[in-house]
């Protein structure tokens, strides 16, 4: 007798369409539904990030949706009980939210610093950040030094964007590719895109990693460095491009500071600064003109090596020669970095000189008309046709930083930087370098009470008077992020959080909020140790914990749970409203800025609430500024309507897509009621493309 096959009832199902939350990358989302249920999810074609393509973690995040972890009611720790003891009693969202107003509105009224407010990565921090000037507390950050930061901050302070969400790889004009530290976990699908397209065209593949994993299973050539040693491959390949003269001398000349003048007066003021003009402009040596002229004007011939005698009588030198001196010294020969990064020193010269030949050699031009900066017209676009990418295993190391900016400095010799075959900016990137945003360092507003900050907690310092410091030299934010010892901190610094707020150091905390973010893992992978932390109360102060009310929002239990005084349970990313904003880290590829939506597909079976509810609502208890009318009433009914509704400039919302009172416009234009609904009917994502002059 033939068994029967139970199929699928498609009569009874229905197909919506999302945004995944599984990792960082944001794909496009298909997911079929039946009686309220996921029945499985698959991957978006239509949507520009994933084109179809999703991989496990996307396809298991209906495991996500019905595990046994979720949270399921607020709680408050039982009074008489420790933390870590895990002994709740459940309260009303009412009680909850009443408890937490009460608290946050003694402290903004008192001292808004003894509130620390970080977050994980929860790919709405134009939301939190927000949230957290209003609030005024510079006790704010999202995401974990421990993953991108490094690199983060070294391309933003180098050449505008980064690796990450902030640039990609050209895939269809790229001809060499040279992967750097990525593990598949990482923008898995769209890099599985692109190098389907790179090999399926005949380019070559490199990659850089300890550790063959599926990537460089795949590669023409894999080079297993020692770990942390990239950034000394990355400068003895510095050293083969300038000892061979392989570099573009027409872009670095154009687009980089390489031909600006930099003072040399040992022991005297301005030495190791760049020589300027009365109206701070960096000034070059023009060798048509023989004389210093404004490095910023187009209409010039700058010197890109040589030594001049400024008019005030200091000895300048530039950029480009002091580089030259530095990189062709000896130490960073391939023959005397070959022990320490673990690869031939023949390799080392010959992927160096490889990437030359394609960028010199093999170069791509387009007829496409532009004009640049200066107003001058082109008829064709050049692009030296090499692609990098770079991520945690550079980042994730002390010496991160430096190893990311070595790895730009090749793509600057090379000329290859956001043009046709290389590597890309993605909107909103590239931005000024660094970017202008400073952090908020005013001691008398950020002492202020019920005063929201000037400016963004996180920001790109260039000068000690940018810091985040007293009149002392004292820190001023609980995670010591732009202070003398960490300057240059361009998300905060996370993972320190616990164990200076424990240590009082520079100063104790009332309350610490902690969104999506298991500090056990994120604080230096010290998960005893930080759980010991949280225990340790103060002597000095009644036996109060050293961190006297510790607040947990997240959607599953985890190690921090447990030591959470109160716990608000969040909604998973199918039960509810997000946005997924060009203010914010955006979906945008190179030829498309772009943004998404998530908006809830089942609903909850448990008494939980979003947490971006939750803030918005916080934000009107508060009587924040930007969250009230004049009158002290809430300006916004709830999440959904602050999207549509908050203006950060005239006509710039957190979406991008159909703006105007009709929904025509595009980027810029009024609040449109109707822009969750237009995004549902796009399948939750909006692309706005650029034409070909503007790319």
């Known amino acids: 007798m033939n068994a029967k096959i139970k199929l699928e009832n498609h009569d009874a199902q229905e197909i919506k369409y999302t945004t995944c939350y599984m990792c960082a990358c944001r794909c496009g989302i298909k997911v079929t539904l039946e009686d309220n249920k996921v029945r499985f999810i698959q991957g978006n074609r239509n949507h520009p990030t994933n084109q179809g393509v999703l991989c496990a973690k996307g396809s298991a995040g209906i495991m996500k949706q019905y595990s046994t972890a979720k949270l399921t009611q607020p709680l408050m720790r039982k009074p008489g009980t420790e933390r870590g003891e895990g002994i709740y009693e459940p309260i009303s969202w009412e009680q909850a939210l009443d408890v937490l107003t009460e608290r946050l509105e003694e402290i903004r009224a008192t001292d808004p610093s003894k509130l620390g407010f ?309 909107a909103p990137y590239p931005k000024p370098i660094p970017p202008h945003q400073l952090p908020e360092n005013n001691i008398d507003i950020i002492n202020a009470p019920n005063t929201p900050l000037s400016r963004p907690p996180l920001g790109f310092p260039t000068r000690p008077e940018d810091l985040v410091i007293d009149e002392f030299g004292n820190p001023l934010r609980i995670d010591k992020a732009y202070s003398w010892e960490v300057p240059i901190a361009s998300h905060g610094l996370m993972h320190m959080v616990i164990t200076n707020a424990t240590n009082h150091d520079p100063y104790a905390l009332d309350t610490l909020i902690l969104f999506m973010a298991n500090m056990a893992w994120n604080s230096s992978m010290n998960t005893a140790n930080i759980q010991d932390m949280l225990r340790a109360k103060d002597m000095e102060n009644f036996g109060e914990y050293k961190i006297p009310f510790l607040v947990v929002i997240d959607a599953f239990h985890s190690e921090m749970t447990n030591f959470a005084d109160l716990i608000l349970p969040d909604t998973t990313y199918l039960e509810r409203h997000d946005s997924i904003s060009l203010l914010d880290r955006p979906i945008s590829e190179p030829d498309a800025a772009a943004d998404a939506i998530r908006y809830p597909l089942v609903k909850p079976d448990r008494d939980v ?42 006509g710039i919302g957190f979406l991008a897509g159909w703006r105007g009172k009709d929904g025509t416009k595009s980027l810029k234009g009024e609040p449109n009621p109707n822009q969750w609904e237009k995004y549902i009917e796009n399948q939750s994502f909006f692309a706005h493309h650029w034409p070909d002059n503007q790319k």
């Open 609 to 650: 609430r979003p947490w971006q509810e939750v803030m918005v609502e916080l934000a009107g208890r508060l009587k924040f500024p930007a969250f009230t009318k004049p009158d002290g009433t809430p300006r916004f009914g709830g999440y959904q309507d602050f999207i549509v509704n908050y203006e950060r400039s005239p």
């Open 118 to 426: 970080f977050t994980g990565r929860d790919q709405m921090q134009a939301l939190t950040g927000l949230w957290a000037q209003q609030f005024g507390t510079p006790n704010w950050s999202a995401h974990g030094g421990f993953c991108s930061v490094n690199m983060a901050a070294a391309g933003l302070y180098s050449i505008g964007f980064s690796f990450w969400e902030f640039g990609a790889p050209d895939w269809d004009y790229a001809k060499y590719f040279l992967m750097w530290g990525v593990a598949e976990d990482h923008s898995s699908n769209p890099i599985k895109i692109g190098l389907e397209k790179l090999k399926r065209r005949g380019g070559k593949f490199v990659t850089v990693n300890p550790v063959r994993t599926g990537y460089s299973a795949i590669a023409d050539e894999w080079l297993p460095i020692k770990p942390g040693m990239d950034g000394l491959l990355a400068m003895s390949m510095v050293h083969v491009l300038l000892k061979h003269e392989k570099f573009d001398y027409e872009f670095l000349v154009r687009y980089t500071n390489a031909s600006w003048l930099v003072v040399q007066a040992p022991g005297q003021k301005g030495d190791g600064l760049f020589l300027r003009d009365e109206n701070d402009h960096p000034l070059i040596w023009d060798i048509e003109k023989e004389a210093f002229r404004n490095g910023i004007d187009g209409d010039i011939a700058p010197a890109l090596f040589g030594e001049y005698v400024a008019p005030d009588g200091r000895r300048v030198k530039t950029v480009m020669s002091m580089m030259v001196e530095r990189y062709l010294d000896e130490r960073y020969a391939p023959e005397n970095v070959a022990l320490e990064c673990g690869l031939p020193a023949e390799a080392i010269e010959r992927i160096a000189l490889e990437m030359a030949h394609v960028a010199f050699k093999e170069t791509v031009e387009l007829p496409i008309e532009w004009t640049d900066v200066w107003g001058r017209k082109h008829d064709k676009v050049v692009g030296r046709p090499v692609a990098m990418y770079a991520m945690r295993g550079i980042a994730a190391h002390s010496n991160g930083f430096h190893s990311c900016r070595a790895i730009h400095m090749i793509q600057m010799l090379l000329g290859a930087l956001d043009a046709p075959g290389n590597f890309r900016a993605r």
